[in-house]
């Protein structure tokens, strides 16, 4: 981490990324803009943003409701086409969903049909039945669901869902984690046991993660940097590192004055403003 500083909008610079040498940002996004059409009129949701992703970064991206976070994400997972700009994964444009980027949404989205184990294991198509039955005993394992395996989704807590959720993504060995607000829905017990869960995975596999949110406790307990948008069209008002050790403890001083700084900054009326 790089101290407390709070960044302006943009990349550093522009560098060639392309070949087997490449050594950039693990996600790229560089100039983008995205608009829908809305009862006839055209209404721009990003504009002109930038920022990058490295690799094994936990990156948030904070803002109030409408500021496009959800959008970007989207674009990040070629859901949705953008209007100008690029986004690069290792250097290369993103047209499409791909293998090395995956989702998890606010709604767990279980097959309701399939027990726990055989949600887990319905990406792994390609593997022989001994080497999907190993990698689903792995991450079984790993959200601390094995004795839950022969259950069906109707059968277990919404956490526990969100456990299953994050376990089918991460089997399929993504480089990148796209997270929006999985945990909005949950108490704020589970919430915290989810944060802890999922800080424990990214520590031990070594994924980039881009995690969506609202909630600038969250931010601060999740991140090397936080993100703050701009209210729409969105951009990036400020990136800030949030140089804090882990594991993060929430009534530590230090922790509450980035919690009190990015409320400032989501809040303002001109996030630009320091």
Known sequence: MNGNKEKSNGLAQDVEMQGPEYSGPLLG?????????????????????????????????LGQSGCGKSTLLKVMAGFIPLDSGQVLFQGSPITKPGPERCVVFQEDALFPWLTIEENIGFGLVKKTRGQRQKQVDKFLGLVGLSPFRKYLPKEISGGMKQRVALARVLVLNPR????????????????????????????????????????????????????????????????????????????????????GRLKRLVSSADTGRP
Request: net charge negative; proline share 3%; glycine share 4%.
């Open 29 to 61: 996004i560089r100039r983008l803009s995205k608009s829908f059409m809305v009862n006839g009129s055209r209404v721009e949701v990003l504009k002109d943003l930038s920022f990058e992703a490295r690799e094994k970064e936990f990156v948030c991206i």
């Open 176 to 259: 990148i984690l796209l997270m929006d607000e999985p945990f909005a829905a949950l108490d704020a017990q589970t919430r915290e046991n989810m944060q802890d869960l999922l800080l424990a995975l990214w520590q031990t596999l070594g994924h980039t993660i881009v995690f969506v949110t609202h909630d600038v406790r969250e931010a601060v307990a999740l991140s090397d940097r936080t993100m703050v948008m701009n209210q729409g069209p969105g951009d990036f008002a400020r990136i800030v590192d949030i140089n804090l050790d882990r594991p993060r403890f929430q009534e530590d001083e230090r922790f509450m004055g980035y919690v």
